[in-house]
């Protein structure tokens, strides 16, 4: 957590408790002492009304602030969902274009529908939990774990049912390839998102690292079932849905490490 992140927590966080972060911020940063000091004292007098005309407005230190560099400040949050979207999408026709679409030639109009509704669900949720993440103090319309958790399980029946065909080819070299194509993906997605969301202002590391890997391994859903004609539960489940758990590891164990 830096001077910007304390700052904007002291505006609106409510009286919440410091984070562990914050903490050992104000551990190390004299001015956010100060500021921190000021704002409590600002708390503790009685605050102006109709029986107080007179008190004086709160007034912070001449240079009190001078090393917070001023942000612009972040979009309503349907802007903030497109933007957080929009890596995925670019990410999404790269992959179409370079690697074709040929799952979605071998999938019946059922299984479409099934399938890629779930996974735009998915990244949908996701987009919007870290979008609320971006804003301090904001609070969620709705659990999108649930929409998450939802899709998931709706896209794994829908393989378990329809996806028994059955090829004479070794499987091996082929989950392979989709696990690495689901990474690489993946990786592809976070460079550009983590560009998107640079001004946002994160108080729970976890949380966002794995709200995060929720998101780009949605993406990588989306690309490798666009892209594998293979329509075999075991092979989704070993490399599509493998990839998934190993990027959600990932950000759950780089959320453990920063928070």
């Known amino acids: 957590m830096n001077c910007q992140d304390l700052n904007r927590f002291f505006e609106n966080g409510d009286g919440k408790p410091l984070p562990e972060a914050a903490e050992r911020h104000l551990s190390a940063c004299p001015a956010c002492r100060r500021l921190q000091a000021v704002l409590e004292s600002a708390r503790s007098q009685p605050s102006t009304s109709s029986s107080n005309p007179m008190q004086p ?5 001449v240079g009190l602030l001078e090393n917070l560099e001023p942000v612009r400040p972040l979009s309503r949050t349907p802007g903030l969902i497109l933007t957080v979207i929009f890596p995925a999408a670019l990410i999404c026709a790269a992959a179409v274009a370079w690697w074709g679409v040929a799952g979605w030639r071998s999938q019946t109009t059922l299984e479409r529908l099934i399938l890629f509704g779930t996974v735009v669900a998915a990244l949908s949720a996701s987009a919007y939990g870290l979008c609320v993440e971006m804003i301090p103090g904001s609070k969620s319309g709705f659990d999108w774990r649930w929409v998450e958790a939802g899709a998931f399980a709706a896209f794994l029946l829908t393989i378990l049912i329809a ?10 070299a082929i989950d392979g390839g989709c696990f690495g194509r689901g990474l690489l993906t993946a990786a592809a997605v976070l460079l550009l998102l983590l560009v998107a969301i640079r001004r946002g202002v994160f108080l729970n590391r976890l949380k966002v690292s794995v709200t995060i890997a929720a998101l780009i391994s949605s993406a990588a859903l989306l690309v490798l079932t666009l892209y594998c004609p293979i329509l075999t539960w075991s092979h989704v489940i070993i490399a599509h849905l493998g990839a998934v758990a190993v990027i959600v590891a990932a950000g759950i164990t780089a959320g453990q490490l920063v928070e």
Do not use: G
Not at 57 to 61: E, H
Not at 163 to 172: I, L
């Open 57 to 61: 407005p709160l007034v912070l230190p």
């Open 163 to 172: 996806f028994h065909h059955a090829y004479r080819f070794n499987m091996r």
